[in-house]
């Protein structure tokens, strides 16, 4: 039996696979974020590591056989949070997230200080990383900033408190802007430019390598052996593609989660960073991959939800399956800012094209439209850069909507799969990848492509009136931007 932890943004998941490549059973624990100031977004490691351990305490109180057979574990997480460790491995601050926009000026002047950063890194220098963050606590915290002895991402922190190691996987490593993508070992000059060195990076390893053992205590806590290995894992979206089965180059797959990730699997480093394309490292040596990342995906129809007192489920029903035409509004899905293909933490989201007769229905289908467009948006930013993409598999919490993948096919012109299990993705992808460390397995025996539940294609009249649409609300964020700079 394998297991996986996915450190997410709003929760823990844990699932077990069997050998067979079975979901067994699903566990998950809540966590809640902290936005003390604008733009900042912040949480408390120990609640990773809490939540983490209450999932797995869920699964052996209800699993006890299976959880008690686990021979791996692979971990997945949120990436970019800087965790700052002080001396006695303990954190020195809240963590600062993925989506926390503080560090826009730091940014700058470090790509002034590094002109090599975007060859080296592969990415533009945006607020989201984690050197951007440590620039920031240099200039504002500098009292913390010399106590730093260790920079840990969440799920390395997690496996710290899981093992005492200080280890991360080539994936996640690729987000701090601190690695040197294509030679997948850390760079001393973009080290240097945050005033960090060698020091304050834990060790690296590929995903599917064994990177820790489970401590003796939780081991027996768990009912587990004592000789649990624990996988390097990865990133939550190349642990996602590890679960998809994306480990041939021109996968694709598209994440409807807090956030939102167009992904597609390369042979190769490309950077695009021009285009605020990321490029990093896929889980497995040898392959990397190619990302869009918007900020506010799911997390819009959320904000929604939020906003009117309805359940998400309840603002969907009304659409129905299908719609047949574009809303009369439409949305701009940046709530905490944008990267691709803005790179700007200051965009914002709007409403536009309200009138007196605009109902509920029109708001909710403009928020599905509007991560549609911003969807397309991505595609043609990885487009650039390789050949076109033609289908995707949906995956995240927005993949349960049957409408939205409908709606995802007629924007973006291209075949939608929603998958098996696509909701747990990353947690599969850690718990493969744990079997992969634990066993020594190929990955293609290991990492298979899920069942496709349903299929979308691209409707020719729709697709018609959603280019039309498309072309209007491309003019919206400059004409927004112009008006709020």
């Not at 990076?201 to 995903?207: A, D, K, Q, S, T």
């Not at 994306?246 to 190769?268: K, Q, Y």
């Not at 066993?439 to 729709?462: H, I, M, N, W, Y």
Request: aromatic share 6%.
């Amino acid at each position: 039996m394998f297991l996986g932890l996915d450190v997410g943004t709003s929760g823990v998941k844990a699932v077990l696979e069997d050998e067979a490549g079975a979901l067994v059973a699903t566990a998950s624990r809540p966590l809640t974020l902290s936005h003390p100031k604008p733009l900042w977004s912040e949480q408390n490691p120990d609640d990773w590591v809490a939540a983490s351990v209450g999932a797995v305490d869920d699964l052996a109180r209800l699993h006890p056989r299976e959880t008690a057979s686990v021979s791996g574990i692979g971990l997945s997480g949120q990436m970019h949070g800087a965790t700052l460790l002080g001396r006695d491995g303990r954190p020195l601050r809240p963590a600062i997230l993925w989506n926390d926009g503080r560090s826009q000026t730091e940014c700058a002047e470090l790509e002034r200080r590094c002109p090599e950063l975007h060859a080296i890194a592969g990415n533009l220098a945006m607020p989201g990383f984690t050197a951007p963050k440590l620039a920031w606590v240099a200039k504002h915290e500098p009292a913390i900033f010399a106590e730093v002895a260790k920079v840990l991402l969440p799920k390395a922190y997690v496996r710290y408190r899981l093992s005492g190691e200080m280890v991360e996987d080539m994936s996640d490593a690729a987000g701090t802007l601190w690695l040197d993508v294509g030679a997948r070992r850390w760079s001393e000059a973009l080290l240097a430019a945050t005033g960090l060195d060698l020091s304050h990076m834990p060790r690296l390893v590929e995903g599917n390598a064994p990177s820790a053992v489970l401590s003796p205590d939780l081991a027996q806590r768990w009912g587990m052996a004592n000789n649990v290995v624990i996988a390097g894992g990865a990133g939550d979206n190349a642990a996602s593609a590890i679960g998809l089965g994306a480990i041939t180059p021109g996968d694709a797959f598209l994440s409807l989660g807090t956030s939102g990730v167009l992904f597609r699997v390369t042979d190769r480093f490309a950077p695009a960073p021009k285009a605020a394309v990321h490029a990093f490292c896929h889980a497995l040596g040898g392959l990397w991959h190619q990302m869009g990342v918007m900020l506010s995906a799911a997390a819009s129809l959320a904000w929604l939800a939020r906003i009117l007192e309805t359940p998400e489920a309840a603002l969907l029903a009304p659409l129905g399956a299908t719609v047949e035409r574009p809303s009369p509004v439409q949305f701009l899905p940046y709530l905490d800012g944008e990267r691709t293909p803005h790179n700007d933490a200051h965009a914002d989201g709007a409403f536009v094209g309200l009138r007196s007769a605009a109902g509920r229905g029109d708001l909710v289908q403009a928020v599905l439209e509007g991560v549609a467009f911003a969807a397309r948006d991505m595609l043609a930013a990885l487009g650039r850069s390789a050949q076109p993409i033609t289908e995707l598999d949906l995956v995240g919490g927005g993949s349960r909507s049957v409408v939205w993948a409908q709606i995802m096919a007629d924007v973006l012109g291209v075949r939608v799969h929603r998958v098996e299990e696509g909701e747990v993705g990353a947690a599969i992808g850690a718990a493969r990848l744990g079997r992969l460390a634990a066993t020594g397995a190929a990955p293609a025996d290991v990492c298979r492509k899920p069942r496709r539940l349903q299929s979308f294609e691209p409707r020719p009249a729709q697709r018609a009136a959603y280019d039309d649409a498309y072309a209007h609300w491309r003019k919206l964020y400059p004409a927004l931007k112009e008006c709020t700079s």
